[in-house]
């Protein structure tokens, strides 16, 4: 009875053990049911919601890009992309077999993105930006647990049509290249989605609505190139590199009054909407920032702005006798000329483009001031323009900087430039000596209010010539047109400045034995500078290989369209082209409305008629304009009164 006693005592005593631990337990899953409901109840539901979430993603639209006067340059297409929810992929062999079909992709890659253990797997590169009738073959299908999502497609409309300059984007809507990655931040919007919520078994949740993310568009670029302008020199490359085949061509325009870059080219080019297929060569080198060459006899203006700053000679009073050749240290630097211009003054030693004479200019600044000027110019330096890509050219170094280099470098030899930097320092010898900082992007704007986000302004770097030396060297560059080597890109009714240029070609270290770099550098007007336009071409092919006879009448035909879009006026007067026997002469036209068909005539240009009539009421080219030698002016005839 004792023991029995004991057993039981003993087993009461587990039994309340038992209830104390199963006391404190049913406390703690109170405790812990508590501060799941009360406390962290948002922490843990979010936590769930996610684990039933399946997100959708929306493409963001990156921002348009437009020319100064809001033509859209670059734009976007809306598209659709494929995305798969694995778990909902019934069969996921015959799936890939469907979609591979229509995607032109490898069958068994395709599978194993498929069947990869992920809640959404986006097919890319194959399954994005579609076209409209691969979407629709897909759409048609209707595979279970494949999705067509909201897509976006950089488009650049105008195809090849500022290429280099403008880049392009990846399949991922990153940009690669030229202004596309230059302002890429600016341009990427932030992507949406749409956020579906489905349990283990892929099963909508209908308690839950779908949560729609509106992607965010990027912001709208607005750039200084004026289409105006752009749309006339890529005519006019293309039909010279049609007609030339050079090895490549290019042009760049600036406003010397501020920096802002007018228009950009070079050939051959590409079409960023199929960059995939293009030379990497062609579309990674943006050549007036990128090419670096000597510059020729388009470097004397910086030479002969330098000399003139620092009143070393009279252009029109003092003179230089070009025998022919100047000796520097036993080198004989020859002029173009056989045997020399002879006595001339300054001015005409930048009109003939003497090169001894340009040697006698570089002596009398001497290496100081020489070498200091060109990096005054900003020569030895990037210019620092808002695009990829830039280089910086190659200078002697001072140490290596004596009588020989001294005496090449003042007339383009022997010294390596890109175009944009020489455009820059030509501006500053004719805008009165203000050398600026280059841009192309004008403004950045929020795409949906245009509010204007970032604005980029004129930059002053320094001043490098005095008001009045501009002035003179703008007057001397008027010569050059009108009595020079650059007398092919005189136009009636406009004043011209320019030089020409005619480089040897340098590869490899060396000068090749065969071609030439040609080139033009003109402005105008040059009494009141709005544009300067630089053309070059290296090696053109069938053609008189010098710059005067060759780049300067493409440049010429550039700014005869120009100048009238721009708004620039022509003047009654300006200076007569100095005529030699190879030029082709230029008659003013009379008035001839109000007179009879008969009393039309005259001994330097011929007619042709046009309409019924007896009386002239009209005639093309207007009155006081030019015409060339062996041209006909139009007539239109019609009744007295009408």
């Known amino acids: 009875m004792m023991v029995i006693s004991m057993i039981y005592a003993k087993m009461i005593k587990k039994i309340k053990w038992v209830n104390i631990i199963m006391t404190i337990i049913v406390f703690c899953i109170i405790i812990r049911l508590g501060y799941s409901q009360f406390i962290s109840y948002e922490e843990l539901s979010l936590k769930a919601t996610e684990s039933w979430q399946r997100g959708f993603p929306l493409e963001a639209a990156r921002g348009k890009i437009y020319d100064s006067q809001h033509k859209v340059l670059v734009d976007n297409l809306t598209t659709s992309s494929l995305i798969v929810v694995p778990s909902q992929v019934k069969d996921p062999v015959n799936t890939a077999y469907h979609l591979a079909r229509i995607l032109e992709c490898d ?12 809640s959404v797997e986006r097919i890319q590169p194959e399954g994005r930006q579609l076209g409209e009738e691969k979407a629709y073959q897909i759409d048609r299908l209707k595979l279970p647990g494949v999705y067509l999502v909201q897509d976006t497609l950089r488009y650049y409309p105008h195809k090849n049509y500022l290429a280099q300059t403008l880049g392009f984007v990846g399949i991922d809507n990153q940009g690669l290249i030229g202004l596309e990655l230059k302002y890429d931040q600016y341009l990427s919007g932030v992507n949406g989605s749409i956020n579906y919520y489905m349990n283990a078994k892929s099963q909508n949740i209908n308690i839950y609505p779908a949560d729609y993310i509106y992607p965010t568009n990027g912001m709208d670029i607005e750039l200084t190139i004026d289409t105006r302008v752009q749309d006339v020199v890529e005519r006019e490359l293309n039909n010279a590199y049609k007609t030339y085949n050079p090895d490549s061509i290019l042009a760049l325009a600036m406003n010397p009054k501020n920096g802002e870059v007018l228009a950009m080219c070079s050939k051959p080019d590409y079409d960023p909407n199929d960059y995939k297929h293009a030379d990497s060569e062609v579309y990674n080198r943006n050549l007036p920032i990128w090419k670096s060459y000597e510059p020729g006899s388009t470097f004397k203006i910086i030479t002969f702005s330098s000399a003139l700053n620092e009143k070393l000679f009279d252009m029109d009073k003092d003179t230089y006798y070009d025998k022919g050749y100047e000796i520097v240290k036993g080198a004989r630097i020859k002029s173009w000329k056989k045997g020399g211009h002879g006595l001339q003054t300054f001015r005409e030693v930048l009109q003939n483009s003497s090169n001894p004479g340009f040697v006698e200019i570089g002596r009398r600044l001497g290496k100081d001031k020489l070498y200091n000027y060109i990096q005054n110019f900003g020569l030895t330096k990037k210019t620092g323009i808002d695009l990829t890509g830039e280089s910086s050219g190659i200078m002697f170094s001072y140490d290596n900087f004596n009588e020989v280099e001294q005496a090449t470098v003042a007339f383009g030899q022997g010294i390596s430039i890109t175009p944009i930097q020489l455009v820059r320092a030509v501006c500053a010898c004719v805008n009165g000596g203000y050398l600026y900082k280059p841009y192309i992007v004008k403004q950045i704007m929020n795409s949906k209010t245009h509010e204007v986000v970032v604005e980029n302004k004129k930059e002053l770097v320094r001043k490098v010539i005095s008001e009045d030396t501009s002035r003179k060297v703008r007057d001397a560059l008027e ?38 770099i040609l080139s033009f550098i003109g402005i105008a007007p040059i009494d009141d500078p709005e544009i300067v336009l630089y053309l070059a071409m290296d090696n053109p092919k069938n053609c008189v290989q010098y710059g005067g006879t060759t780049a300067a009448p493409i440049a010429r035909k ?72 062996g041209q006909k002016v139009k007539i239109m005839l019609g009744d007295k009164n009408s």
């Open 558 to 629: 550039i700014l005869v369209d120009v100048l009238p879009a721009l708004g620039v006026k022509k003047v009654t007067s300006q200076r007569e082209k100095a005529y030699v026997w190879t030029d082709t002469k230029t008659y003013s036209v009379e008035n001839y409305i109000g007179l009879t068909k008969k009393e039309v005539r005259s001994e330097n240009y011929q007619f042709e008629f046009l309409g019924s009539g007896n009386y002239v009421i009209d005639q093309l080219p207007r009155v006081g304009e030019k015409i060339e030698e």
């Open 479 to 516: 010569g050059v047109v009108t009595d020079g080597g650059g007398k092919n890109a005189y136009i009636d009714g406009y004043r011209i400045g320019g030089k020409t240029g005619t480089a040897q070609r340098a590869i490899n270290g060396t000068y090749a034995g065969n071609g030439y």
């Open 107 to 118: 069958e068994k890659k395709l599978l194993e993105k498929i069947k990869k253990k992920v």
